[in-house]
């Protein structure tokens, strides 16, 4: 055994290295909307190429997370997370060549357009990316749920989650600090790949042998007895469905939401609003803190509850109800001028987008101790389908018509779909959980 100190503070030792991990994931993914602009005007990828992009990342991040989370299931995450995340970095280390034309211009024929070739050769590093960061949430999520019990389950997964607006505030600090020592748009992308080379080591050292042994026999003895370390995993027959098709239907809403707001925000405040890639940025860090501030704040916000004996259910239903209300805010910026409120309702927006998945996380935790790898690897292949497909098709409504109304409506009204599975579709049968190992 342990020592008692080693109890305490290793399993949140574990979920800032996750936090890490996720901020590493969002760091290559959100490059790309960063100089997204500058793409635009020097390599001539114009908004309907840029949303093919994105729609074809998001295909790729639904199959891999199928792929993926059938691995988890059955590897564990000890080699298999250090393999997603060498492979995410090698790819955000590629992207950087596309503005190379001796190796973009093998992605076209001579009779056709150079931007073809540009256009192709991030579209191979982008679904290359997408593949492989898929890979990190079951190996995550797997290991969240092995190492804290439930009322601390949805604050592990809140601090998991907050990587990604962590991530998202660093990347335009980072990039306008590459800038102003004149550097090129390339730099930060095989820059922030090697960064993530540098986590593996740390994985291997803080999740030594013994512990990851401990963390996979945990969930696959869990599974054995029928009681997983996360809450009633071993759901049976039309239960089971009908908590998959309610999980289906709330991550399809959350991801169509997150991911325009991700993709398109300094897109929408360069092109659209006349901002500057300064001001732009500014925005772009203060909008992501906020989603941090919130997703924190929904994962205590469920510990308290849980901490004051309401049901589970109820407080679920609480939390994602006030969370999609601050959602709702997105709506209402096409018809705001630019200035403080615009901002303000940004700001608001993604504390609620974001402070939506930690409940989303908790309730995938207790579909299967045996599956969770496989189910949850499925339910973000449709999430991510849903909004790979939405991607492309306002790609061409922006690039047609140049108005982002429609998408700015999508995402703030879209997490409303999730409450409203989560309230007519999750079963509210509260059955008491064994207490989680919270140590190797």
Not at 181 to 204: Q, R
Request: aromatic share 12%.
């Amino acid at each position: 055994m342990l020592p008692n100190e080693e109890k305490t503070w290793w399993p949140w030792a574990v979920c800032g290295l996750l936090l890490l991990a996720t901020m590493l994931n969002y760091m290559d993914r959100q490059a790309l909307s960063i100089v997204a602009p500058t793409l635009k005007t020097e390599l001539g990828i114009n908004d309907e190429y840029y949303g093919g992009i994105e729609g074809k990342f998001g295909y790729a991040f639904a199959a891999g997370s199928l792929f993926f989370g059938f691995l988890a299931d059955r590897l564990g995450p000890r080699y298999l997370y250090p393999f997603v995340l060498a492979g995410w970095s090698f790819a955000g280390i590629a992207t950087a060549a596309a503005g190379n034309p001796e190796i973009t211009n093998r992605f076209c024929n001579a009779s056709e357009s150079p931007d073809l070739g540009i256009y192709r050769y991030l579209l191979l590093c982008r679904i290359v990316l997408g593949f492989f960061e898929a890979g990190h949430w079951p190996c995550a999520l797997l290991t969240v749920r092995a190492i804290l019990g439930e009322k601390n389950r949805t604050l592990g997964n809140g601090i998991l989650q907050s990587g990604a607006s962590l991530g998202a505030i660093l990347v335009p600090v980072y990039i306008g600090i590459t800038e102003s020592w004149g550097k090129t748009w390339e730099f930060p992308f095989w820059s922030i790949g090697i960064a993530g080379l540098c986590w593996i080591p740390a994985w291997f050292v803080l999740i030594r042998g013994r512990n990851l042994m401990q963390i996979k026999s945990d969930v696959q003895s869990n599974a054995a007895a029928g009681s997983p370390a996360g809450g009633n995993q071993s759901m049976a027959g039309n239960r089971l469905v009908r908590c998959v098709i309610c999980l289906a239907i709330m991550i399809g809403s959350l991801n169509i939401s997150w991911q325009f707001l991700r993709a398109w925000i300094i897109k929408f405040l360069v092109e659209f609003h006349g901002y500057t890639d300064t001001q732009s940025r500014v925005v772009n860090v203060v909008y992501f803190i906020a989603a941090d501030v919130g997703c924190l704040l929904s994962g205590a916000l469920m510990t308290a509850l849980l901490m004051r004996n309401w049901k589970k259910q109820n407080a679920r239903l609480l939390g994602f109800f006030l969370f999609s209300l601050l959602t709702i805010c997105g709506a209402a910026i096409p018809y705001v001028q630019p200035g403080i409120l615009m901002m303000v309702l940004l700001c608001i927006t993604g504390a609620g987008i974001l402070g939506l998945h930690p409940f989303y996380y908790s309730l995938a935790q207790e579909l299967s101790a045996r599956h969770m790898g496989s189910l949850s690897g499925l339910l973000a292949a449709f999430g991510w389908v849903c909004s790979g497909r939405a991607q492309e098709l306002i790609g061409r409504e922006i690039e047609a018509t140049g108005s982002y109304e429609r998408g700015l409506l999508m995402a703030g009204l879209a997490p409303l779909i999730g409450f409203a599975s989560l309230a007519f579709l999750w079963p509210n049968d509260e059955q008491v959980e064994p207490t989680a190992a919270t140590s190797p």
